[in-house]
């Protein structure tokens, strides 16, 4: 429904299920209106903005049958929605009435209602798996009768899908180290020099071409002999002389998320009605080894949103209604690698690097041309966990035909985070260490898969990170009046004033350029040079001030031209968060 409001722009893959993504706020934040940046849009769950840090992603989404109602707000909107680049979503949770109601659902889909893959049918093969049910139920009523009801939704959303891919893999001649029968597209052998032979001819140095092409098995590479072993037999021809695309896969990807809302209301008094929602929507996903490997180097990934509200409404008068609304969310988002707690030593590797890297998994190889065996989904690794308070209140007061409504609000944003995709090392093999000129390379000789063999590595990274928590604060006030000067002529007059103070980390683990700051050899040289790191520390925590001019007036007017004629226009200045994000 967003995506049909006018002025919107879906991105990506916007919508879908919201704890499928591996970041906070997933595919929801993908949109943007009239030109606004995408994911600075608010998204409200019954009046609270229980957004998570980077930038305004949503921390829960109710399921559809527990929707009571779904509002779209655009420029020009009250003075009481900042922190926007353009729309207001806002979700309300059904609730219970007098009469005992509910539901029951199910959306079914599966590969007997779809067509193969284009690419499959030509390599013949079978459609992929796909298998996908979406069922829940709901049920609202009452506890006490005028008094307190009740209403619940309970939904689960499973999927296995199966993603074909083609790609290419060595030869059983090419595992060997024998490359005879390793041809350019043109139908040339591609010939494979070694490293360590080297002859230097009128200044040019090259190196010599392994005897029939062929690299002794002596000279293997202790940790690429058992590497190599992983690479899975071919399944197709691929193509002509090169072998490419010689390897059909479709694993399956194994979803299963668990999603829960309630939601209940009272009635105080004639005056006070109160009401609370917590909801919690949570996925467990794993995959199949594409390769079939026994040691499965997908990730598995588990995401938990929860979210709870409490709302209270009192009706002084006609004319002056109070709101006060409090909620809290937290998002945990966690990838870790299935082969974690591998141990490195028996692919050969020393044990002096099991001690030096920060966890324990299986390392990535990526020759050049072939299926990479293991990768960042098996060398890294992501835990999140994020929070988000939101309180605010309100006063309507209805004076004339002037509709004036003023009030506060305050958020803490936090960010805890550990995040790396290479605390395993991964390497990198091209054709120049087995190429017969280094210096200039060509497709008629060097093998990336020889360079494998022969241990020579081309690039080749691993790193280590740090457990971050990070903290925002944000305070905004903000009054508006809505007067309605005629029949025919409304004006929308208001102001926010907003503080966003900056993000500080828990620990002070934190450091940024400052141009100012003394560069420590410049005491050894004895010139004063600056411009160098700055640390944070109880001082200053942080690259940046508080900024403190953060007004924006908001001013529209809706006049009714003719009899189904309505002119309308706008003008505001809205301040809207950065993505939080830490370099260290």
């Given at each position: 429904l967003v995506a049909l409001s006018p002025g919107i722009r879906v991105q990506g893959t916007f919508g879908g299920r919201l704890v499928m993504s591996g970041t906070p706020g997933g595919a929801w934040m993908d949109f943007s209106f009239n030109g606004g940046i995408a994911g600075g849009n608010a998204i409200l769950v019954e009046g609270l903005a229980l957004e998570m840090a980077q930038m305004n992603a949503p921390s829960y989404i109710p399921p559809p049958d527990a929707t009571q109602e779904f509002r779209v707000s655009s420029n020009p909107f009250s003075a009481e929605n900042s922190r926007t680049s353009g729309a207001v979503v806002n979700f309300s949770i059904k609730s219970g009435t007098n009469q005992l109601h509910g539901s029951v659902y199910e959306f079914l889909r599966n590969r007997d209602l779809n067509a193969n893959?284009?690419?499959?049918?030509?390599?013949?093969?079978?459609?992929?798996?796909?298998?996908?049910?979406?069922?829940?139920?709901?049920?609202?009523?009452?506890?006490?009768?005028?008094?307190?009801?009740?209403?619940?939704?309970?939904?689960?959303?499973?999927?296995?899908?199966?993603?074909?891919?083609?790609t290419s893999v060595p030869t059983t001649l090419q595992k060997q180290g024998n490359f005879s029968q390793t041809y350019t597209g043109a139908g040339g052998l591609v010939q494979v020099a070694d490293p360590l032979a080297t002859i230097t001819t009128n200044g040019v140095t090259t190196r010599s071409v392994f005897p029939g092409n062929i690299i002794p098995a002596s000279r293997f590479s202790t940790v690429a002999g058992n590497v190599v072993k992983l690479f899975p037999d071919p399944t197709l021809t691929g193509a002509p002389f090169t072998n490419v695309n010689n390897y059909s896969t479709r694993a399956?990807?194994?979803?299963?998320?668990?999603?829960?809302?309630?939601?209940?209301?009272?009635?105080?008094?004639?005056?006070?009605?109160?009401?609370?929602?917590?909801?919690?929507?949570?996925?467990?996903?794993?995959?199949?080894?594409?390769?079939?490997?026994?040691?499965?180097?997908?990730?598995?990934?588990?995401?938990?949103?929860?979210?709870?509200?409490?709302?209270?409404?009192?009706?002084?008068?006609?004319?002056?209604?109070?709101?006060?609304?409090?909620?809290?969310?937290?998002?945990?988002?966690?990838?870790?690698?299935?082969?974690?707690?591998?141990?490195?030593?028996?692919?050969?590797?020393?044990?002096?690097?099991?001690?030096?890297?920060?966890?324990?998994?299986?390392?990535?190889?990526?020759?050049?041309?072939?299926?990479?065996?293991?990768?960042?989904?098996?060398?890294?690794?992501?835990?999140?966990a994020h929070n988000s308070w939101d309180q605010r209140g309100s006063l309507t007061w209805v004076k004339g035909s002037h509709m004036i409504k003023t009030g506060a609000d305050y958020r803490v944003q936090q960010m805890n985070q550990f995040l790396a995709n290479t605390l395993e090392p991964l390497f990198n093999f091209t054709n120049q260490m087995t190429a017969?000129?280094?210096?200039?390379?060509?497709?008629?000789?060097?093998?990336?898969?020889?360079?494998?063999?022969?241990?020579?590595?081309?690039?080749?990274?691993?790193?280590?990170?740090?457990?971050l928590a990070d903290e925002r604060r944000y305070f905004a006030t903000f009054i508006q009046d809505n007067w309605k000067i005629s029949p025919k002529l409304?004006?929308?007059?208001?102001?926010?004033?907003?503080?966003?103070?900056?993000?500080?980390?828990?620990?002070?683990?934190?450091?940024?350029?400052?141009?100012?700051?003394?560069?420590?050899?410049?005491?050894?040289?004895g010139i004063p040079i600056t411009g160098g790191f700055r640390f944070a520390d109880s001082g200053t925590r942080g690259p940046t001030d508080l900024y403190k001019k953060q007004f924006g007036p908001r001013f529209g007017l809706a006049y009714s031209a003719l009899k189904n004629t309505v002119i309308r226009s706008g003008y505001g200045i809205f301040w809207i968060p950065a993505s939080m994000s830490e370099v260290t």
């Open positions: 893959d284009f690419f499959q049918n030509r390599a013949g093969n079978r459609r992929a798996p796909f298998n996908q049910n979406q069922f829940g139920a709901s049920v609202g009523g009452p506890i006490k009768r005028d008094k307190t009801f009740f209403f619940g939704n309970y939904e689960e959303y499973r999927r296995r899908i199966g993603v074909p891919a083609i399956a990807t194994a979803i299963n998320e668990h999603q829960f809302v309630t939601k209940i209301d009272h009635n105080l008094s004639a005056k006070w009605r109160i009401f609370g929602t917590y909801g919690r929507d949570w996925l467990n996903q794993t995959q199949a080894d594409p390769l079939g490997l026994s040691t499965n180097l997908t990730r598995a990934v588990f995401n938990d949103h929860h979210a709870f509200t409490l709302s209270a409404t009192a009706v002084f008068s006609p004319t002056l209604i109070a709101e006060v609304h409090t909620g809290y969310a937290r998002v945990v988002v966690n990838s870790i690698p299935q082969a974690l707690g591998y141990d490195i030593t028996t692919l050969g590797f020393p044990k002096s690097l099991t001690q030096q890297t920060q966890f324990q998994s299986f390392p990535g190889f990526q020759v050049s041309g072939l299926v990479a065996i293991g990768g960042s989904a098996s060398a890294g690794e992501s835990l999140g017969i000129n280094p210096l200039s390379l060509n497709v008629n000789s060097g093998v990336p898969l020889a360079s494998f063999l022969l241990g020579d590595v081309s690039t080749a990274s691993v790193a280590k990170s740090q457990r409304t004006l929308n007059i208001g102001a926010d004033y907003s503080l966003e103070f900056p993000i500080t980390e828990r620990f002070n683990r934190k450091m940024w350029f400052e141009s100012s700051a003394p560069v420590p050899a410049s005491s050894t040289v």
